[in-house]
């Protein structure tokens, strides 16, 4: 470390951290970022890349078997494995740490925690901001207290895991808890999903009926309304045994917890500044803290709760990077946050794929809207039926009729997650239906869905 002050600290070297810092300092400061374990974060060791490395393969097979006339495609779990593996850069951060160095960010390993206003202690070392400090230490895996004593897996031992075990039990219908199934049964293991209500309970239900549809053919056990309430491990590497309270049980040789997640605040000093420690940190429009005075202290990414995705978290770190830069020359930011709370996008990688953006019905209603929903089958699109035999899939617009533009859109089939980004241009575009009626798709590609959306509308 080069010195004890910097115009900005930035606690936490994951994806938003390491783009909060990154802006900033094309903004003009000097920043200095502080990580504990791995420069990159979960999403780069064991989340996003990881776990979609060991699910592309499954997808490829999945569409190779849709398609009459081929035949043959299959998979090689060690080399998925193996790939997996270069894709999280085998647990190495050297890579990440040459892009802080070329981006001008200087790094120190350790621990963070605040230390009162703007001051950030690592170690024995005490650091000052002279502008800001931004939190962006994320979150981990919640354990419920069922299966705290069976050394369950987490979301990281589920994208890390070396081999295939025989059986895996998984507890949560979320997004972790539908693709950790979708991998590890195509990788060969024989999954039981255990699910509190349906699957993937945030976005319309036809969709996680589709996705439940899917792992049931791929041969997935699908429990939906059960509860685990007992767990039990046998001896040291012996299989684990789930009650359920349906009365049934279940035998694994690992269990995976995928109920959610929790902010990784309970140790960063938080009451030093006010704050309840082990809570979400609330922001506002610029990511700056609304609870502490000064407004010295941000919050991005998954700490903050607002929306708990990699190109969300990074999104945020835009706007907060250069929101400091912009006070720090006094100046208040002309470029706020109006993606997170209601235009997310998303995309789950199960097969089938779901892809959603903003507003479901129910929260356009709850947000005061006029709605209209439009509902239609994929499969009906050409472009769909050369895309998979027996293509199934279902859209649903949501449009706010008095200002007739799109407010929503969910998609679940195979294949949908490279179409969503043209419904986020519509919908942060707040493009008007007249003028998407020109916007004409290419035929003889799914795209044409938008065309038959807007035509079941009335167009
Ligand atoms: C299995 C799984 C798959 C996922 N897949 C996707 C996906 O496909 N697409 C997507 O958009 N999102 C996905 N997510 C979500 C995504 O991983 C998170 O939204 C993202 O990692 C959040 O980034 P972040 O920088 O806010 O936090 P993190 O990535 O969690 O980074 C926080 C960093 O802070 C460090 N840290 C924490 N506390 C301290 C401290 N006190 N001092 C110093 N350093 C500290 C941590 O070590 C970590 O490096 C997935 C999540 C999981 C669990
Ligand atoms: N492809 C992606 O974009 C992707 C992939 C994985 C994770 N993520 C993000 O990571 C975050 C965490 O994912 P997640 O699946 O851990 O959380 P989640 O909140 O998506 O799902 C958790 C599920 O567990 C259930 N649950 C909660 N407590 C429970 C309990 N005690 N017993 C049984 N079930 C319980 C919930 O009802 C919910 O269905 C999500 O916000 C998600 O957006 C994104």
């Not at 995705?309 to 990077?321: D, F, S």
């Not at 129910?362 to 035999?389: K, P």
Request: hydrophobic share 45%; with cysteine.
């Amino acid at each position: 470390m080069a010195s004890d002050s910097y115009d900005v600290i930035v606690i936490g070297a994951g994806p938003t951290g390491e783009n909060a810092a990154e802006r900033a300092v094309r903004g003009g400061l000097s920043a200095l970022i502080v990580e504990s374990e791995l420069v990159g974060g979960e999403c780069s060791y064991w989340a996003c890349m990881p776990s979609k490395a060991l699910l592309r393969p499954a997808g490829v097979v999945a569409e190779a078997s849709a398609v009459h006339g081929v035949t043959g495609a299959r998979l090689e779990p060690a080399e998925v494995l193996k790939r997996r593996d270069s894709f999280a850069h085998d647990w190495k951060d050297d890579g990440q740490v040459k892009w802080l160095d070329g981006a001008g960010i200087e790094l120190l390993r350790g621990h963070g925690r605040l230390a009162g206003e703007r001051r950030v202690s690592v170690g024995g070392a005490t650091i000052t901001a002279r502008h800001a400090v931004v939190v962006a230490t994320g979150t981990g895996a919640i354990v419920p207290p069922a299966l705290r004593d069976v050394r369950p897996w987490t979301s990281r031992e589920a994208t890390s895991a070396k081999t295939a075990p025989g059986r895996l039990a998984i507890v949560g219908g979320g997004v972790v808890g539908a693709e950790m199934a979708a991998a590890w049964s195509a990788l060969g293991s024989r999954v039981t999903l255990i699910s509190r209500g349906g699957l993937l309970d945030r976005v319309p239900e036809f969709a996680g009926e589709l996705v439940t549809a899917g792992l049931r053919d791929a041969g997935v056990d699908v429990r939906t309304g059960a509860n685990v309430t007992a767990a039990a491990r046998a001896g040291d590497g012996g299989p684990v045994m789930l009650t359920l309270d349906d009365g049934t049980m279940v035998e694994a040789d690992e269990v995976l917890s995928a109920v959610g997640r929790y902010p990784k605040t309970g140790d960063i000093g938080l009451a030093t500044v006010g704050l309840e420690d082990g809570s979400w940190l609330e922001v506002d429009d610029t990511m700056r803290v609304t609870a502490v005075p000064g407004g010295w202290l941000y919050a991005a990414g998954d700490v903050n709760h607002l929306a708990l995705l990699t190109h969300m978290g990074k999104y945020q770190a835009r706007i907060c990077g250069d929101a400091i830069a912009e006070r720090a020359a006094g100046r208040e930011p002309p470029v706020r946050d109006i993606a997170s709370r209601t235009r997310v996008p998303q995309v789950v990688f199960t097969m089938p794929e779901v892809a959603a953006v903003g507003l479901t019905a129910a929260q356009a209603e709850a947000a005061g809207m006029r709605v209209r929903v439009v509902e239609y089958e994929i499969g009906n699109v050409a472009g769909a039926s050369l895309f998979a035999d027996d293509y199934r899939g279902h859209a649903q617009l949501i449009v706010d009729e008095d200002r007739q533009v799109i407010v929503g859109l969910t998609l679940a089939g195979p294949g949908v997650g490279e179409m969503i980004h043209a419904a986020t241009i519509a919908v942060v575009g707040e493009v008007p239906l007249s003028r998407l009626w020109h916007a004409v798709p290419s035929y003889p590609t799914m795209s044409e869905l938008w065309l038959r959306l807007l035509e079941t509308y009335g167009l």
